[in-house]
């Protein structure tokens, strides 16, 4: 279509190279977060929210929450579970040093939510404008998600959606073998680091 002249006029985007190093996943657990939401559709209650915080680290999904809402105040339940079982409690600093990638969304951008991550001790960490590789983990595990838990059924109500989102959180952190994982699946990832950092504290 270029060579006839039949591709209509725009103006390239430029974009700084290598503005994020092109690299995204870290050394070590709880380095950084990312936060998002996703939508599916049920038969009684319509289009109903998926939230969702993953590991940059070993891609496991460390936080969910499912609600009718997509607001600042359901965003909060998934990345609340995840401190919750990453750090143990949900009092002031348990998380600080972790940064919390998320996107430009109002959600994600709001007040609530900076007051919150940031009594939890977690610094905020947007994505980089037309660089989607940012939120690759993210975007990855929600891909990932709804080609095993959500393509090719009928989910008739929320509580099926949280049924089916509880059910995969628990089969694809134990069983899901992930390339950048060495083929482990998050868990025994996780499990593995720790036996060996902790032998060296010992």
């Known amino acids: 279509m270029r060579e006839p002249h039949l ?19 870290t050394a ?7 936060i998002d939401a996703t939508q599916v559709t049920t038969l009684q209650h319509g ?17 969910w929450h499912v609600a009718k809402s997509g607001k600042r105040f359901e965003a909060i339940q998934a990345l609340a579970m995840a401190v ?28 609530h939510i900076e007051n919150q991550v940031g009594f939890w001790g977690i610094s905020p960490s947007c994505a980089f404008l037309g660089e989607p590789g940012t939120k690759g983990v993210i975007e990855r595990l929600f891909r ?10 009928v989910l008739r109500t929320i509580d099926e959606v949280r049924d089916a989102i509880r059910d995969f959180a628990a089969r694809y952190n134990a069983e899901s073998l992930i390339g950048k994982n060495g083929f482990r699946s998050p868990l025994d990832m996780r ?12």
């Open 7 to 25: 591709l209509s006029p725009h103006r390239p985007r430029r974009s700084p190279e290598e503005a994020h190093q092109r690299q995204i996943i």
């Open 84 to 111: 919750r079982q990453q750090f143990g409690h949900l009092s002031a600093g348990p998380a600080r040093g972790l940064v919390l990638r998320h996107d430009h969304g109002s959600t994600f951008m709001a007040e």
């Open 47 to 63: 289009k109903v929210w998926i939230f969702g915080v993953a590991e940059h680290w070993n891609a496991e999904l460390l936080g």
């Open 191 to 202: 499990a593995t680091w720790l036996d060996t950092n902790l032998s060296r504290t010992a």
């Open 28 to 34: 070590a657990p709880n380095v950084i977060w990312a």
């Open 144 to 153: 990932t998600l709804k080609e095993q838990a959500i393509h090719g059924r």
